[in-house]
């Protein structure tokens, strides 16, 4: 975690997520759908991160196939990351329907 600035990020927005949550007290479904989401992002950085590693550790130096290898795993933190933000977005509009007018 020290060196991973990707990771401290997403560990820090889990932390507003769930003071969000906490101030906002949805309903247990959504508790448990934010907590799927989240650790699927964490544990796709986590992936990332070890991939990363292991491809520097074994090509140090630059190489096409392993950039690629290195790009599409950042890209699956992306998309877990907009599916994280699609899932807060149906959240809110959860509540929002919710509120009285």
Do not use: Y
Not at 59 to 85: F, N, R, S, T
């Amino acid at each position: 975690m020290r060196t991973e600035r990707s990771l401290r990020t997403q560990l820090l927005v889990l932390v507003g997520v769930l003071i969000g949550l906490c101030l906002l007290r949805p309903a247990p479904v959504w508790w448990a759908l934010v907590a799927l989401i989240s650790c699927a992002v964490i544990a796709a950085e986590l992936f990332n991160t070890a991939l990363e590693h292991l491809a520097d550790h074994l090509h140090p130096e630059q190489h096409a196939q392993i950039q690629a290898v290195k790009d599409c795993a950042a890209a699956a933190v992306l998309v877990l990351a907009i599916g994280a933000l699609l899932v807060a977005a149906a959240l809110a509009l959860s509540l929002w329907r919710q509120t009285p007018s």
